[in-house]
């Protein structure tokens, strides 16, 4: 293990060569390991340029990725806006892998190299290990053998049908590929080594096969045949699990102009899509528990003699500016910051436990005073998710030192209503309506098959149950079911529920898409 440095500390300068980063992290991984408590998957850090970052952000942040001209897109728009000094890159880029890959970008600073090893390959580590989320969602040891899998069989199908046929495929699967993904059953985990071999089953099974679902059924002639068909009906619902919240995964299953190829290409992307699933809904949490530990680390250090004190100034120089909160009127405002809230909320929780008032006390009964702050943390990190988190454990105190309120925006009035203050009742409703805002279950569109016409033209028809009365925006929302038509083969099409009242706000389909809305 390499040692300190001939002045007694881990660096000093800004410039950082191996050596330095080695003995850095030697002592980073003391402090995670032995003080913390933090367990980890084994990491390996790669030191990349500016150009190789802007790559990876391009690529959806994999190291390995299929190609697609989105990609492409997005590498050319922030690269010019990186050059011209509008937009800033992040230092470091962590894939939630086994091992766990951390990117340093190579223009960093040593003191900033320390901060990012600290906040990715211990605190972004830890999480996707123990979060449940990625435990129940996600396969570390397997994804990056997907994704070359992926990529390798997506290169082929270019050679063997061409390349506009597989980015048709590809840009209509993209389309929906939030809508892609099972949300509230447990996946079966990945047998990735073994995905070629299942690829050539599914294949030669589909030419050995047929399905009998799209034959064509004569249309009834008297009550008794309605009755059996309204029979045979629900029968063909239960046995496609109607309905189905998962697009893609219906799509490949019973389309029936897919060929095999597409279908594995559907297959693909949604398997990409649920892999980043549970980071949509921990966001606050990940960048909180990585903010958290290399601050707490960092300041170790400095507390042991590890580091001076201008290299702790550029440090806390970083992390101010990555947890800083704009003012609501501030051109820069986006919402909260997901580092402020999530580090904000893990430093109120150590204080809780160290030095509780008499309303935390109220409040949180089972931690205020129990000291032991490493085992509530690495609880939470463990078994929440934001929208739980938040609900659980933002405190009064908190919420008056962010100053947060509630407002209450009602579209038949004039004016917006002050719903919650700094009083109990009004903590209690800033808790739970600042949860809701991070609940997928309720910003995420919901959006269902619901019926397949077979007895007649095979229509795809889903269902948009409205929360709050707010339809889905109309000019992405028929371009969408251009893309699903794509797939499915025939016409496709979207009707608007009051989730409330249950009454059709709007209907539309692909054959007449953006004509045939109609009011309730």
């Known amino acids: 293990m390499a040692g300190k440095s001939k002045s007694g500390f881990l660096f000093k300068g800004s410039e950082w060569t191996f050596d330095t980063m080695s003995r850095t992290y030697d002592a980073i991984e003391r402090v995670a390991l032995e003080d913390l408590g933090l367990d980890v998957y084994p990491n390996q850090i790669e030191i990349i340029s500016s150009e190789q970052m802007l790559d990876a952000y391009a690529s959806i942040g994999m190291p390995l990725m299929y190609q697609h001209w989105s990609f492409g897109k997005h590498f050319v728009r922030e690269e010019q806006l990186y050059r011209k000094g509008y937009l800033g890159l992040a230092y470091e880029l962590v894939i939630n892998s086994d091992p766990c890959i951390s990117y340093n970008m190579e223009e960093n600073t040593m003191a900033m190299q320390a901060l990012v090893m600290a906040h ?17 969602w996600t396969d570390a040891e397997a994804i990056l053998d997907y994704l070359e899998f992926a990529k390798r069989y997506i290169a082929k199908c270019e050679e063997r049908h ?14 929906v590929m939030d809508h892609g993904v ?21 294949r030669e099974h589909a030419e050995r096969t047929f399905n009998d679902l799209w034959r064509t059924i004569p249309q009834p ?24 919240e998962n697009l893609l995964y219906f799509i490949e299953k019973n389309s029936p102009s897919l060929e095999t190829w597409q279908r594995e290409i559907l297959r693909i992307v949604r398997n990409v899509a649920q892999y980043f699933y549970p980071q949509k809904q921990t966001k606050v949490m990940n960048e909180g528990c990585a903010t958290f530990v290399h601050h707490y680390i960092l300041n170790t250090l400095y507390d042991n003699g590890l580091l001076p004190e201008g290299v702790l100034l550029e440090v806390l120089h970083h992390h101010s500016n990555v947890v800083m909160q704009p003012e609501f009127d501030d051109p820069r405002y986006r919402g909260l910051n997901p580092y402020a809230l999530g580090f904000n909320m893990m430093q109120d929780i150590k204080r809780i436990c160290e030095d509780p008032s008499e309303e935390d006390k109220d409040w949180f009964p089972e931690i205020a005073g129990g000291d032991d702050w490493r085992a509530v943390l690495k609880d939470a990190w463990a078994n929440y998710r934001d929208e739980s988190f938040i609900k659980q454990f933002l405190s009064p105190h908190l919420i008056r030192k962010m100053r947060l309120f509630a407002v209450d925006d009602q579209e038949k009035e004039p004016h917006y209503t002050v719903a919650a203050i700094h009083d109990e009742r009004g903590y209690e409703r800033v808790r739970r309506m600042l949860s809701r805002n991070y609940d997928i279950g309720v910003t995420d ?11 007649g033209d095979r229509q795809l028809r889903l269902q948009h149950l409205m929360r709050d009365g707010v339809p889905l925006a109309e000019k992405s929302r028929d371009q969408v079911l251009k893309h699903l038509r794509v797939l499915w083969g025939y016409e496709v099409s979207l009707e608007g529920i009051d989730a409330e009242t249950g009454k059709q706000i709007y209907e539309t389909c692909t054959a007449n898409a953006g004509t045939a809305d109609k009011a309730a």
């Open 120 to 136: 990715a390959a211990f605190g972004h580590n830890h999480f996707f290990k123990n979060n449940y989320l990625f435990q129940q």
């Open 162 to 175: 061409g390349f506009e046929a597989v980015e048709e495929t590809l840009d209509a699967a993209h389309a």
């Open 182 to 202: 099972f949300r509230y059953q447990r996946s079966q985990k990945w047998t990735l080594s073994k995905q070629e071999e299942r690829e050539r089953e599914r």
């Open 221 to 244: 002639q008297n009550e008794e045949e309605e009755n059996e068909a309204q029979r045979l009906f629900a029968e063909r619902k239960k046995r496609l699990n109607l309905p189905e």
């Open 445 to 455: 569109a919901n959006i269902q098959i619901v019926d397949v016409d077979l007895r």
